[in-house]
């Protein structure tokens, strides 16, 4: 409905107790602190906290450590969804305070180090083993020592390639010419359709020159062997397998040995984590203001709704503090907290994912929930849908206690399929024409009174409707930032840039209803209602220029804009294309369903279910996906883009905010 009015507050406080007071201040979690600029003076004053501050982050860096390690391993973790589902365990300060100690937390990230040590070792070994073994299993023929091709000898050099056949017979034509001075060996190759094979060449070191002149013009690759491997390739491969076997047994035993303390040490670690980031926001809070050797002087942000809840706790320490209160000043601009009805509420989710509306600006998150429950009704379309959906939805908030943004759009969800049930009665849609389909259902033949529309027989009275609800929109769009304008005094921009829109806008669609007698107006009235807002436009949007021609040309080119307008308005007929996917994909899936029950005579009346099931589920997973998204983007794309400004900053109180564990008090 609005966005929260902001205060500020200064404040002074005694240190001896500054640490108890933003303790406070974050279990109340309406207080936002605002950085300060620090000078040198405040640095003796500062190294304390900062000193404090830095310890924290390195014990968070620990365990935060210890959890990425074991996050693969352990099977129980804190967060995530079990803090949605309101599933995470539940600690007061005090426990949690009982439970933490860091010399506790040292010795099991110890204790998980050394093992990420031994783990990394053993697929280190097992990696190097394997390595080793490819490399060697096509030398394995090799009759000759493998310190030949590495080292040599003092009289004997050797050499590998990997060649083709053909130049396999090149190379040893060419060698032939050394005689005695070579032995050459030629190794199959890998398979039968490969040409490729390793060659084995064995010279005198005396030849060395002569060699080397014989295989300059062939082309040729050469195949390295590590030179601490002295035996035959048979023999090391021997030697390795058996290094890999240990290696991938220590790997093996290491990762069980892991997997025993894996749940413990990792959920003890999550706890550790939410507490020091509970403690760091505090020593944040305290850094962010100036400091004295006595003294802490603070700044901060807090609603105006909460300044009661703040004062009581302030009372407590009125003898040690000094504080003021007092509205924004000019140049000032307080974070936006957005406050809005039980019906608007989760909607906030939507608005903030497009962005936070400027603080002192419009929320737009009222406006536009009915509008977007509505588009979703529409785009899902099928009764029967709605009703499982929101059945299923319903059941796991009743028996979850489901909190935060996972709340949030569950009842988005369950709204949005309520009215789905509504468009899908009006249309008589119940999973697709299920009702005259299928001859057993005909008891809820009546149900069919409640339909008025007929989107698969009269597409274009559901298109009439379409268009209608998003120029209806379109027109809320302009008369917001009309409202927007003169609030902020700006009326000529008011008058001329919406006004001057809206009366256009209305007027030709009025006269072209009028004309086609779809409604009983005036198409004299109407006409020239189009016609003063044409005038309007023309004699305002180019104010800004300087010369008469300027003003005149840039007024009569801003009718172009209408385009825009029109493009916006054909948006909106995406509400008639996906309802009628729906109802056509329904009706697709129960014509099969039919036609398989009818052609196959006993088991066919169990594909049919099968297929009426799979099929129907398939469908609103489709949909469902297909409605969120396309009533989300006619909010984000043709209605926020007429008014709302998005720039402000998010209020993000100090709280005790936590990842992993709920704090109860």
């Known amino acids: 409905m609005a966005i929260v009015k902001m205060r500020k507050a200064r404040m002074v406080i005694h240190k001896s107790v500054a640490d108890e007071f933003i303790d406070g201040v974050q279990k109340l979690g309406c207080c936002q602190f605002i950085p300060d600029g620090h000078g040198e003076a405040d640095d003796k004053a500062l190294a ?30 804190l967060g995530g969804a079990a803090m949605s589902f309101g599933d995470a365990p539940k600690y007061s300060m005090a426990e949690l ?22 783990l990394s070792d053993a697929k280190s070994s097992s990696s190097k083993a394997s390595g080793l073994v490819a490399q060697l299993l096509p030398l394995k023929p090799l009759p000759y020592s493998l310190d030949f091709y590495s080292k040599g000898t003092e009289t004997v050099r050797g050499a590998l390639f990997s060649v083709s056949g053909e130049n396999a017979k090149n190379l040893k034509a060419s060698l032939a010419s050394l005689g005695d001075l070579t032995e050459f060996f030629e190794l199959p190759p890998q398979s039968e359709k490969d040409d490729v094979r390793i060659v084995s060449v064995i010279y005198s070191k005396e030849a060395e020159e002569k060699f080397q002149s014989a295989i300059g013009g062939l082309q040729l690759t050469r195949v390295d062997v590590p030179p601490q491997l002295p035996r035959t390739a048979a023999e090391e491969l021997g030697s390795l397998q058996k290094e890999l076997t240990e290696a991938k047994e220590l790997e093996s035993n290491v990762t069980t040995e892991i997997g025993s303390i894996a749940n413990p040490v990792y959920e003890y670690c999550q706890i550790c984590a939410d507490y020091w980031n509970l403690e760091k926001m505090r020593v944040e809070s305290l850094i962010s203001g100036d400091q004295t050797e006595t003294m802490t002087l603070l700044s901060f942000w807090l609603p105006a709704k909460s300044v009661d809840r703040f004062k009581q706790l302030a009372d407590k320490y009125s003898s040690l503090m000094e504080i003021d209160i007092s509205d924004p000043k000019d140049g000032e601009t307080p974070p936006s907290l957005l406050y809005n009805n039980s019906f608007s509420v989760p909607i906030e989710t939507l608005t903030e994912m497009y962005g936070t509306p400027t603080y ?16 979703f009704g529409i785009c899902f379309g099928d009764a029967g849908y709605g009703l499982l959906v929101a059945g299923i939805l319903i059941a796991i908030m009743m028996k979850k206690h489901v909190t935060g943004t996972l709340r949030n759009f569950l009842q988005i969800l369950i709204i949005g399929n309520l009215c789905a049930v509504a468009f899908g009665a009006v249309t008589f849609s119940w999973f697709g024409d299920s009702i005259a389909a299928f001859g057993f259902l005909s008891p809820l033949l009546p149900l069919g009174k409640l339909q008025i529309l007929d989107p698969m027989g009269d597409p274009m009275t559901m298109l009439g409707v379409s268009l209608a609800l998003g120029f209806l ?24 840039d919406q006004g001057g829109w809206i009366i256009f806008l209305c007027g030709l669609v009025a006269f072209g209803l ?28 180019g104010r800004e220029k300087e010369s008469i021609i300027g003003k ?5 080119l801003s009718l172009y804009n209408v385009t825009s307008y029109l493009g916006d308005l054909l948006s909106y007929s995406r509400l008639l294309a996906l309802g009628l996917g729906s109802a056509a994909i329904g009706m697709v899936i129960n014509m099969l369903a039919n036609l398989v029950s009818e052609s196959l005579p006993g088991v066919g009346a169990v594909i049919g279910i099968v297929i009426f099931v799979c099929g129907h589920l398939f469908s609103i997973a489709v949909n ?21 400004e998005a720039s402000g900053e998010e209020f993000t109180p100090l709280a005790r905010s936590t990842q992993f564990v709920k704090v109860t008090d």
């Open 48 to 77: 304390s906290l900062r000193a404090k501050l830095r310890k924290l982050d390195d014990l968070l860096s620990e365990v935060r450590f210890a959890m990425r390690f074991l996050d693969s391993f352990a099977d129980k973790k």
């Open 97 to 118: 305070a009982s439970m933490i100690s860091e010399q506790k937390a040292a010795e099991k990230v110890e204790v998980v180090r050394q093992l990420e040590k031994k």
């Open 514 to 541: 009028a004309s086609s007698e779809m409604v009983p107006l005036p198409v004299n009235v109407c006409g020239g209602a189009a016609i003063l807002g044409a005038l309007i436009l023309v004699f305002t949007q």
């Open 360 to 375: 002192g600006g419009f929320d737009p998150t009222a406006v536009m929930a009915p509008f977007f429950y509505a588009f």
């Open 552 to 556: 005149a040309f840039s007024g009569i």
């Open 473 to 496: 929109q379109i027109m809320v769009g302009l008369l917001i930032a009309l409202k927007e304008n003169v609030r902020q005094g700006n009326l000529l921009a008011a008058f001329a």
């Open 624 to 644: 469902l996906l297909g409605a969120f998204v396309h009533s989300l983007r006619l909010q984000y794309v043709e209605f926020f883009s007429k008014f709302l």
